[in-house]
């Protein structure tokens, strides 16, 4: 296998970096892009552009065939819907003005594959020569879809698996038996052509909860069994009061208040072999409350960083509305600290009066990403003492909406693939 060529990073004669014509194209480094500098210990680091948008979350359907514990729609009063030909349309058409072309990932509240038009859409995008991603449940991915799907081009296939047994698993996902979702997933991965790099590659979204985090071990074995190159961890954001007792993060959403400030002490440890001899001498290391480095990288990752502020997305919801994110798409209910927290929705624009590029260059939507980076907000995700945090409408700061201050997603606790 080659090795990847080492790329420098050179100045010229008047102090400007002047990167490699790859990495400019990469990056979308056009004249006049501007970068915010963060500066640590080795170095700094360079953002992504703020007027970079390098990946769009379409969301076909909020309707569902499970009735999942984590669900959002189990305390929510939106209205079901699904995406039109029109808004398609128009996502599509702003896709194509632009260039690159974003990377497309079919998500959201629903079941992509509900919808009926999702592959044909798919097979659309692809003929952009973009990549696209799609979730699944799995439950409908049968051998006239998997066969759709595959002729569509598509790159990636998420398959939404919290549980190894059937018992664990119907737990979760109500209304769904694992021996049919396994099955579908095999079936799929043989259907598969390309020897060695198989296209789609396949990936495994688990949520961990209290009841089945112990079985993680074994739906990675059989993700591995089924093909699976791509294994993404969230843990669950309880949508209802007894959700709450399923959350895996009650410590460490009280070191989170400690790391940000500086003045806790830095314990850096080597790669060693994780096993009864070192589990227990490990596991009281990284509960020490210091910033710890493993191999020279943060194990408690980034707070205050909004994955996707940081990696260029945006998302449309099925009636054309785009948003920042996944979280802002809906109004809806989680729970922080004990207490109800109202998320409510805050929308750019629709596709239907204005392009993708519009949207996404918009004065007030790259302010507030620019405003995101800094993530000046209160510190609501390991405070959370008034009533300003049971809403995402303003905090004690003086932000008004959305107020991010209390997202378990810049705190790197809730994750999506």
């Avoid at 400019?24 to 915010?36: S, V």
């Avoid at 999942?68 to 995406?83: V, Y």
């Avoid at 959700?243 to 460490?252: F, G, S, V």
């Avoid at 191999?295 to 920042?324: H, L």
Wanted: glycine share 8%; charged share 20%; hydrophobic share 40%.
């Amino acid at each position: 296998m080659e090795s990847k060529p080492t790329l420098w990073v050179e100045v010229d004669e008047q102090g400007r970096l002047v990167m490699p014509p790859e990495v400019a194209e990469q990056f979308g480094l056009n004249p006049g892009a501007k970068m915010r500098v963060e500066a640590n210990g080795h170095g700094f680091k360079l953002h992504r552009p703020l007027t970079q948008l390098t990946k769009v979350y379409i969301e076909p359907t909020v309707a569902c065939n499970l009735d999942c514990i984590t669900c959002f729609r189990n305390a929510w009063d939106q209205p079901l819907g699904r995406m039109s030909e029109e808004s398609f349309e128009h996502i599509l058409a702003g896709l194509k003005a632009m260039q690159p072309i974003p990377h497309v990932y079919f998500g959201g509240i629903g079941e992509p594959l509900f919808h009926p038009r999702t592959v044909d859409w798919i097979r659309q995008i692809k003929a952009l020569g973009t990549k696209v991603e799609l979730i699944t449940n799995g439950t409908i991915l049968n051998e006239k879809k998997a066969r759709e799907l595959l002729a569509a081009g598509l790159d990636v296939l998420w398959i939404s698996l919290d549980g190894a047994t059937p018992e664990s698993y119907a737990d979760v996902r109500l209304g769904a038996e694992l021996e049919q979702v396994v099955a579908n997933v095999r079936r799929f991965a043989g259907m598969r052509k390309g020897g060695h790099y198989p296209k789609p590659e396949i990936g495994i979204a688990f949520v961990a909860m209290q009841r089945n985090i112990n079985e993680l071990p074994q739906v990675i074995k059989l993700g591995r069994s089924m093909g699976a190159k791509y294994f993404s961890v969230s843990n669950v954001q309880p949508a209802t009061p007894e959700m709450q007792a399923e959350r895996l993060y009650k410590r460490t959403m009280t070191n989170i208040a400690y790391l940000p400030s500086g003045t806790n002490p830095y314990l850096s440890l080597p790669k060693m072999d994780f096993n009864e001899e070192t589990r227990d001498a490990l596991f009281a290391a990284f509960n020490s409350g210091c910033n710890v480095s493993f191999a020279g990288n943060n194990w408690g990752g980034s707070n205050d960083v909004c994955n996707f502020i940081e990696s260029g997305s945006m998302t449309v919801a099925w009636n054309g509305d785009a948003s920042p994110c996944w979280p802002l798409m809906h109004n809806h209910t989680s729970y922080l600290h004990g207490k109800p927290r109202k998320i409510n929705k805050h929308i750019i624009g629709n596709v239907a009066q204005h392009s993708i590029e519009e949207l996404w260059l918009d004065p007030s939507y790259v302010a507030y990403r620019e405003k995101v980076q800094r993530f000046a907000f209160a510190p609501c995700t390991f405070c959370g003492g008034c009533e300003l945090s049971e809403a995402n409408e303003e905090d004690c700061m003086g932000n008004e909406a959305p107020a991010c201050g209390g997202c378990l997603w810049a705190q790197g606790v809730i994750q999506c693939p």
